[in-house]
């Protein structure tokens, strides 16, 4: 059982569109970060969200974390070819150290 | 190029067999993370490692262990191999450790358990 769910799973859109990714648990968290991962390679962090409610901007991409910290999403703008890739959400709960929880992944294909 | 370096990329090998992934994390990083990353599971955390210390563990079976030496290299030992073994391991690293570091991720180790 993923303590994370991301949805949609697969998500196709033509270039130019809007599109919102959702990342949705029961568990509260210390903070939140998104990824991207190409085929093959590491995921690359995008984004730290801290505190309940926080929304950070990045270009074209926008992030916000749920009040509860129990939630998040990615929203972006005009997507382009080069959005293509898979989205990660992870949660991090911190004792000790860093306990990382990663969401389901979604996968985005940005057709031309 | 994140700066992370894991070795090898690629390793096959049997059931029952035992394997050593090892990582250098980036210059001046002090925590190592260790993932799992299979296309049933997704990417399943393993343990963090700071400064030589175990702090923190995941989703990790007792037949892995992993260890950080004292130049801070990690090494991440899977014995009593398994055909669902099989999957992407990625080393990661930060400076502190702390909640909302950012991670740099390797580019990972492909195990295949034939």
């Known amino acids: 059982t993923q303590l994370l769910e991301q949805s949609p799973q697969f998500l196709s859109i033509q270039e130019g569109e809007n599109l919102t990714v959702y990342c949705n648990s029961s568990s509260v968290f210390s903070s939140l970060q998104w990824y991207r991962q190409e085929p093959g390679e590491g995921p690359v962090l995008l984004v730290t969200?801290?505190?309940?409610?926080e929304v950070k901007k990045l270009k074209r991409l926008t992030f916000q974390f749920g009040d509860a910290r129990k939630d998040s999403s990615l929203h972006i703008t005009a997507a382009q070819p080069g959005d293509t890739g898979l989205y990660l959400c992870?949660?991090?709960?911190?004792?000790?150290?860093?306990?990382?929880?990663f969401g389901t992944g979604t996968s985005l294909t940005v057709i031309p | 190029d994140s700066g992370v370096t894991q070795t090898p990329k690629h390793l096959i090998t049997a059931t029952g067999q035992r394997v050593t992934l090892r990582c250098s994390p980036r210059?001046?990083?002090?925590?190592v993370y260790w993932y799992q990353q299979s296309l049933d599971q997704g990417l399943q955390f393993l343990i963090h490692?700071?400064?030589?210390?175990?702090?923190a563990k995941g989703n990790i079976l007792e037949r892995f262990s992993a260890q950080q030496f004292p130049d801070l290299h990690s090494e991440l030992n899977l014995s009593s191999l398994e055909l669902g073994d099989s999957a992407l391991y990625f080393c990661?690293?930060?400076?502190?450790?702390?909640?909302?570091?950012?991670?740099?991720f390797g580019p990972g180790t492909r195990l295949t358990v034939l």
């Open positions: 969200v801290v505190t309940g409610g």
């Open positions: 992870a949660g991090v709960k911190w004792h000790t150290g860093n306990q990382f929880y």
């Open positions: 210059s001046g990083d002090l925590s």
């Open positions: 490692y700071y400064n030589g210390e175990e702090r």
């Open positions: 990661a690293s930060s400076d502190m450790g702390l909640a909302g570091d950012e991670q740099f």
